[in-house]
């Protein structure tokens, strides 16, 4: 024990005064090469804007910070405004930074373990009836985002899937759609020569009615080329401008959320085209398997626990079902 003591304190001597900032800025470096770039930039962001300055006014070495000091920070930044999901993702930076001081005995133990979260907020997703679908797709013919919206409603894609669709995915002859590509953004636009999960690479059928679209666009486009000549930019990309340049995913968000307003249907969020696209294929009596190949989920789990929710409609099945099964007969 004496000899394990002596080697402790002796590590402990070394690093004694490295403070938690010092040790956040290693965390980040080591990080930046491990991830991708747009999560290590959501890591910097929180950074820049929460936790650094929260530390910089402790101004104590790593040591000497308690499970008290770390709740603080999320107490006071949970009574600020910030969700629990948004704390959860703050918390990973916290320790991890504070687990490389523990492999590397500059702390006796974690004191982020010690710590209570708050209760995670369960974001339950809306989704448009096939009626008000309908309406946004004929509010939308002259859109420039029509090809995201179709895309989303159709094949159920996420938006980075949306962007990063190409043509030389689309097979007419078969009748197929690849999803291979993303396209995402934090501070950085990144194209990614693969999708969220192993599982997000899919093929999908091409039905008519996209089919129609996307020739016709295709052809479009063609002629935009032809028009403008090197004034093209020709990126391959499914979802772009007159001129060939690709949409960027705030402009897609944006753009969709001003354009519900306009057309004074319910606000939704542009990735619940997807869950709509979900919760119609269920509602329709499409197996929980079926739509989490679709969708291009991990987990069936997920499927059955985003998805499945009852429509009006279903309730009203659901309630007639058993109003004939526990019925009396009449006398």
Not at 170 to 188: G, L, W
Request: charged letters at 30%.
């Amino acid at each position: 024990m004496r000899e394990i003591i002596i080697e402790h304190e002796a590590r402990q001597t070394v690093e004694s005064n490295a403070t938690f900032l010092t040790l956040l800025d290693e965390w980040l470096e080591r990080k930046k090469s491990a991830i991708r770039l747009n999560s290590w930039e959501s890591y910097k962001y929180y950074c820049d804007k929460h936790i650094i300055p929260y530390f910089e006014k402790i101004d104590l070495p790593i040591r000497e910070i308690t499970p008290r000091h770390i709740q603080r920070y999320i107490d006071t930044h949970y009574k600020g405004g910030l969700s629990a999901n948004t704390l959860k993702k703050h918390m990973a930076v916290v320790h991890g930074v504070m687990q490389d001081a523990l492999r590397f005995n500059i702390i006796p133990y974690d004191p982020s373990e010690r710590v209570t979260l708050p209760k995670l907020e369960r974001h339950r997703g809306k989704a448009y009836t096939v009626e008000q679908a309908k309406e946004l797709l004929q509010a939308t013919q002259d859109e420039p985002i029509r090809p995201a919206i179709m895309l989303g409603l159709f094949l159920g894609l996420r938006r980075s899937e949306v962007l990063g669709l190409r043509w030389q995915d689309v097979d007419f002859k078969s009748d197929t759609v690849k999803i291979r590509n993303t396209v995402v953004k934090m501070k950085t636009l990144i194209e990614h020569e693969k999708t969220k999960s192993s599982a997000s690479k899919r093929d999908l059928h091409l039905m008519p009615e996209l089919k129609k679209y996307l020739v016709a666009l295709k052809a479009q486009q063609a002629e935009y080329k032809r028009l403008m000549g090197q004034g093209y930019h020709d990126n391959g990309h499914v979802c772009v401008w007159q001129d060939g340049t690709a949409f960027l995913p705030d402009y897609i968000s944006h753009r969709f959320t001003a354009l519900l307003k306009k057309c004074d249907l319910p606000p939704i969020r542009f990735h619940e085209l997807r869950h709509t696209a979900g919760s119609i294929l269920i509602d329709k009596g499409i197996s929980a398997k079926q739509v989490q190949e679709y969708l291009g989920h991990e987990q069936i789990s997920t499927t059955l626990d985003i998805y499945t929710h009852l429509t009006t409609e279903g309730k009203k099945q659901a309630a007639s079902v058993l109003d004939d099964v526990l019925k009396l007969d009449a006398c």
